[in-house]
């Protein structure tokens, strides 16, 4: 299977569909120096989940810019949604405020500056849905964290979680380790059903089972 010419069948079908296009998005931004956004192709995956989940709450943890945000807010500001945002670069939080301002999403967005480890143990609500985007390193570091702030039937969403097997640029190899042990803890959490698509740099879906089991 020729996964490269079918990621290209994809985006071409979907290129003038896409309510939110990307690149504009990051030319547009004046700010430079952040890490890259999320794919299309993930952008609505994550649009999709959240329409059949019927998902109103999320945290999302690694900001970037806003795009992922921004996309996601757009589905949600129908339903009276809300975002709870975590960005650790402050100039990089302020560019995702003026974007989110800019796409008309600002009111339905939260974002909270500072490190995502410090930030997520004093959160106290529950979410339905955790989209998480953030430096690879801190995976298995706040997967724990991050089911016990899902609701019962909330799903929990991961970037990039096919580093180890990709064809990546090596700058970015020292990140594969962290993403081998988040990938064997979601597989072998029995609080979750979960699976790994080939969407983007991988996508992990995990959903929280609703059953009575301590967290």
């Known amino acids: 299977m020729d996964l490269e010419r079918i990621n290209k069948y994809i985006e071409n079908l979907y290129k003038d569909k896409e309510e ?7 030319d547009e931004t004046e700010l430079k120096d952040f890490i890259p956004v999320v794919d299309d192709d993930v952008a609505r995956f994550l649009k999709l989940i959240i ?68 930030i997520i143990p004093g959160l106290n609500k529950k979410y339905d849905l955790i989209f998480q985007d953030v430096d690879k390193r801190l995976y298995p570091v706040l997967f724990d964290d ?20 990709i ?4 700058k970015w190899h020292y990140l594969i380790p962290a993403i081998e042990e988040f990938n064997k803890l979601v597989m072998t959490d029995d609080r979750i059903e979960s699976t790994i698509l080939p969407i983007g740099d991988g996508v992990t879906i995990a959903l929280k089972k609703q059953m009575n089991i301590t967290v």
């Open 20 to 26: 939110l296009n990307r690149k504009k998005f990051q």
């Open 51 to 118: 329409t059949i989940s019927s998902s109103r709450d999320i945290l999302e943890i690694g900001t970037s810019i806003g795009y992922s945000a921004t996309s996601m807010a757009q589905i949600l500001k129908k339903y009276k949604g809300h975002i709870t945002t975590i960005e650790f670069d402050e100039a990089v939080a302020k560019q995702a405020k003026e974007n989110f301002i800019k796409s008309g999403v600002a009111d339905i967005i939260d974002i909270k500056i500072g490190d995502a480890k410090v």
């Open 146 to 165: 991050c089911i016990k702030l899902l609701k019962p039937g909330g799903i929990l969403v991961a970037d990039d979680t096919l580093f180890p097997v």
């Open 167 to 170: 064809d990546l640029d090596p």
